[in-house]
């Protein structure tokens, strides 16, 4: 069952109920100030940190679900209703909201009124602008009444949530002409304030919520809005809100159209003050006069859709296939940008108070959007490393405001030096800009020590060949990609975490998936160390990566598919031998992406392996048989009921990874089977038991052994989407940028005639036909560029910035 469509024409998915099987949300903001927003106009926005600087409240799991967020109330002569039905829930004539890149527009009409409620984050400006568009639909001159809403954070959204004793008393406003300025704790510490602006003059307001509600009463029916009348509160302690009272007289098809302004002010100490306790004005003033017109709105509607029409123009691709070419020309590409700016923080899954910035998932996103903002891409690789330790190890987590490591969490986590490797190495074959090694980084973000950052890359890829154990395979330390698999743990206490109550000595736990991702990226590795003239450390890099994909066949493989690890006790996981948890996803798709197995036909058993004991309808579990009672040397794997999570959920992080080995081994059909098998435009259709938005990824989708088996959770903030972009877009339609240049290698299903790709790298646009006449599934015959042929399937930049046809021959 479906709940909307794809509008590719616009860029926008349009959906048409507001009863969603959960809330179907969208990102507003690129830059400094973001806000989510729900099909029903729920959510909230912030200023760079979801946590420090919330503007407006939100309330998690609420009851019902996703109430809160900027709500226009029309009162229509005794009769009240929202545009996006929520929260007030009345019946709608029409009904239509469409998520777009960085807006979200939200029509509702009733009895002859229909509203369209447009939100977005203009360019280089710290407010969302909200446009209501009211008209009379009907054929007689109609009075109505509009009403905004939106509730005031103080600011810190932890503490807003927990301290009452102190913050039910700290509340405070200013009112002047039609602004609403939210000014708590500005008097002392703050320097910062929050505006709610109209473009026109009020014929009332409240800023009091229990005013403007009424005790007792919800969203869904305000005192002030049943009654058709602001009450001018003017809020002192208690719960700060913003609501603007405007009286609409509309001819028989008039529409008016209204600008509001939700906006973030922040002021020099010396510039706080217009007199005493009455904050200063200017700097809000002069934002709000910026979109006083629809002309303004407009102008910064197109500059925002350019802003998106130029990240996306990176890599097009021309198919018979919509459902393929919205997702590679449009969503995916989207979701990594909101993983860049969100990282982990804020979604309606992450509460925007809890996790930081990830190392080793900010290295993975990062292939997502290399090619959309490499210069943004450099910093951010060069904020990870600055986290690491001279040993290589690495804080789990570090902070986006202070950009230092997170000590609650710590380090230990093993795999994630490699991830650096993987990161810095994607940014290198994207823009050929190898001046990122010679950086100087810090370790443990201390400016009195640092090294180059390919000094940092050296010590990540030794971190592992220092820390090898009985099997000559890498320890696992606290966890590796899969945070779950707690080998060093042994918690009995409830609430204890997982992944940093580590209480044995941990040098006996192994991790084959470590191993395989060693082997996977020590050969950019390698060769970053020749490109800076270091046969020696090549050579030894060299030996290093043979002896452990050796050693990898040697003790990680079970007989027909890839080990997991060892446990503490030097026992096999992700083996025959294991009643539980005998084939783990993980190690089949790193280990055949490194092409570990591949002469000796290991890499096909795993493969087979994985369709016959993982795959289902909606996509490939982490591991079989699940666990079904908790494992205190497991962890927290075998703490989610079966079919959940890692404890055999299917990840949509790793699906990906088996995509790419089955083009490892040519398998372009079933490459594109997994692909199409979790990509959210293809499952639109059972939206239903899906759930989550047929436009992003989600992190999980409940395996064969659960309840809900093919329900999603956890949209949006994943790494999810960084990897099926990459294995789409690189591994089975084939373009690969490389440390030389483009490399073009298709793997496709054999039936594909042809495809187009528009690609831009390094600065010169590439047009590449793809064409299949013998129906293969992977192989160049003949490359051909500006019509002369080209050896090999690698294009040489050719840097002069213009437009390149590029004609590919499979056969
Ligand atoms: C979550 C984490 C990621 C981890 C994965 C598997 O997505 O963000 O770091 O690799 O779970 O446990
Ligand atoms: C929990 C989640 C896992 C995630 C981790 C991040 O363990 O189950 O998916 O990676 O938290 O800390």
Not at 32 to 48: C, E
Not at 202 to 231: C, H, I, K, W
Not at 715 to 727: C, H, I, K
């Amino acid at each position: 069952m479906k709940f909307g469509t794809f509008d590719d024409n616009r860029k926008e998915y349009v959906i048409n109920t507001p009863k969603t099987p959960y809330p179907w949300i969208n990102y507003l903001g690129n830059e400094q100030f973001f806000g989510l927003i729900s099909n029903t106009a729920g959510g909230y926005t912030f200023y760079r940190d979801a946590r420090l600087r919330r503007l407006t409240r939100y309330r998690y799991n609420n009851i019902p679900l996703d109430t809160g967020g900027r709500y226009y109330y029309l009162y229509d002569n005794g009769d009240f209703w929202t545009p996006g039905w929520m929260p007030v829930k009345r019946d709608l004539d029409f009904y239509e909201c469409r998520h777009g890149l960085g807006y979200t527009s939200i029509t509702g009409e009733r009895n002859g009124i229909s509203v369209t409620q447009l939100a977005f984050v203009p360019m280089g400006y710290n407010a969302e602008v909200h446009r209501l568009v009211v008209k009379n639909t009907g054929s007689v001159e109609k009075s109505v009444k509009l009403f905004s809403f939106a509730e005031f954070c103080l600011w810190n959204a932890q503490d807003d949530m927990t301290n009452f004793q102190r913050n039910l008393s700290t509340g405070e406003v200013e009112v002047k002409d039609s602004v609403i300025y939210h000014k708590t704790e500005y008097r002392e510490r703050r320097n910062h304030y929050a505006f709610y602006s109209v473009n026109r003059p009020l014929d009332g307001f409240d800023t009091d919520r229990e005013s403007f509600l009424g005790m007792y009463n919800g969203l869904d029916a305000p005192q002030v809005v049943a009654n058709g009348e602001a009450s001018n509160s003017v809020a002192s302690g208690w719960s700060p809100i913003g609501s603007h009272a405007l009286n609409l007289t509309l001819a028989p098809g008039e529409e008016q159209s209204l600008i509001f302004v939700l906006g973030y002010i922040e002021n020099e100490e010396e510039d706080k003050w217009e007199a005493l306790n009455v904050i200063n004005k200017k700097p809000a003033l002069a934002m709000i006069e910026q979109f006083a017109t629809d002309e303004q709105v407009d102008a910064a509607l197109a500059t925002l859709a350019a802003h998106w029409d130029g990240l996306l123009s990176k890599y097009q691709i021309q198919s018979g296939d919509d459902k393929l070419n919205r997702m590679v020309n449009i969503w995916n590409p989207y979701q990594c940008m909101v993983t860049f700016n969100m990282s982990r923080s804020a979604s309606y899954f992450e509460s925007g108070i809890g996790r930081g910035m990830g190392f080793r998932d900010s290295n993975q996103d990062l292939l997502g959007f290399v090619h959309q903002i490499p210069e943004r891409a450099r910093e951010r690789i060069l904020d990870i490393a600055a986290t690491q330790f001279e040993d290589g190890s690495a804080y789990h987590q570090y902070q986006p405001l202070t950009k230092k490591g997170n000590n609650e969490v710590g380090t230990g986590f093993n795999d994630d030096p490699l991830w650096l490797i993987l990161g810095t190495a994607a940014y290198i074959k994207e823009t050929g800009d190898v001046s990122i090694l010679d950086e100087q980084v810090s370790f443990d973000s201390n400016p009195d020590n640092t090294a180059t950052l390919f000094q940092h890359l050296k010590v990540s890829f030794e971190h592992v060949t220092n820390n090898l154990g009985p099997h000559g395979l890498p320890l696992i330390g606290r966890a590796d990609w899969n945070d779950c698999l707690n080998l060093n743990c042994f918690s009995k206490e409830p609430g204890e975490s997982f992944q940093t109550t580590a209480n044995i000595e941990g040098r006996v736990a192994e991790s084959v998936f470590i191993a395989g991702l060693f082997v996977f990226v020590g050969p950019d590795y390698a060769r970053i160390c020749r490109m800076r003239g270091q046969d020696a450390l090549a050579t030894d890099a060299e030996a290093k990566i043979e002896d452990m994909r050796q050693t990898t066949l040697t003790h990680g493989f079970d007989g027909d598919w890839f080990l997991r690890a060892y446990d503490h006790y030097g026992e096999k996981i992700g083996s025959k031998e294991n009643e539980e948890g005998q084939i783990f996803i993980e190690p089949q798709g790193i280990c055949v992406m490194a092409g570990i197995g591949v002469e000796g036909g290991q890499a096909e058993k795993s493969m087979t392996s994985v369709q016959e004991r993982l795959d289902t309808k909606y996509g490939i579990v982490l591991q079989q048989p699940p666990y079904s009672k908790y494992y205190l040397n497991l962890g927290e794997i075998s703490t989610y009921p079966p079919g959940y999570k890692e404890n055999a959920g299917i990840f949509c992080h790793n699906n990906p990874w088996i995509m790419i080995a089955e083009t490892v081994l040519g398998h372009g059909d079933r490459a594109f089977e997994i692909y199409s098998k979790i990509a959210p435009a293809y499952l639109e259709d059972i939206s239903d038991l899906h759930r989550t938005e047929p436009y992003v990824y989600s992190q999980m989708i409940a395996g064969k052994d659960a309840v809900r088996h093919g329900e999603a959770k956890n949209s949006w903030l994943t790494g999810t989407a960084a990897w099926n972009y990459v294995a789409i877009t690189q591994a089975i339609l084939g373009i690969q940028p490389d440390f030389d240049g483009l490399k073009v290698d298709p793997c496709i299903p054999a039936e594909w005639d042809s495809f187009e790709i528009t690609r831009v790298f390094r600065g010169d646009t590439y047009i590449i036909q793809i064409k299949n006449p013998n129906h293969v599934s992977k192989g160049v015959a003949s490359l051909t560029l500006d019509g002369a042929a080209v050896e090999g399937n690698i294009i040489a930049p050719v840097l002069d910035g213009g437009v390149h046809q590029v004609v590919v021959e499979l056969g």
